[in-house]
């Protein structure tokens, strides 16, 4: 059912479905964990002490969680005016 009314969303009978096109929060995670581990890896090749790898880890994995979150949030429905 793609049509749902609002007073049966306020009543909080019917949940929104997800959306198409949207990804859930473990694809973004498990994709920024593979980078991560590819900019890991190849910072270790290149000979950056394993200090700075771990510190640009870490940035990336919280940059990685906040895009994760945010891109995947459910939207709060617009407040009715009367």
């Known amino acids: 059912m ?3 009314t609002r007073a049966s969303v306020q009543q909080g009978m019917m949940r929104f479905p ?3 096109g ?3 929060f473990s694809l973004y995670f498990i994709g920024a964990l593979i980078v991560i581990g590819g900019v890991a ?3 270790i090749k ?3 002490p394993t200090v700075w790898v771990i510190i640009a880890a ?3 994995l919280g940059v990685g969680i906040l895009s994760g979150v945010s891109h995947t949030r459910s ?3 617009p407040k009715d005016p009367s």
């Open 46 to 48: 290149a000979g950056l």
């Open 2 to 4: 793609d049509v749902v």
């Open 18 to 20: 997800a959306q198409r």
């Open 41 to 43: 890896w190849g910072m």
């Open 75 to 77: 939207r709060d429905l």
């Open 58 to 60: 870490v940035i990336m």
């Open 22 to 24: 949207t990804m859930s």
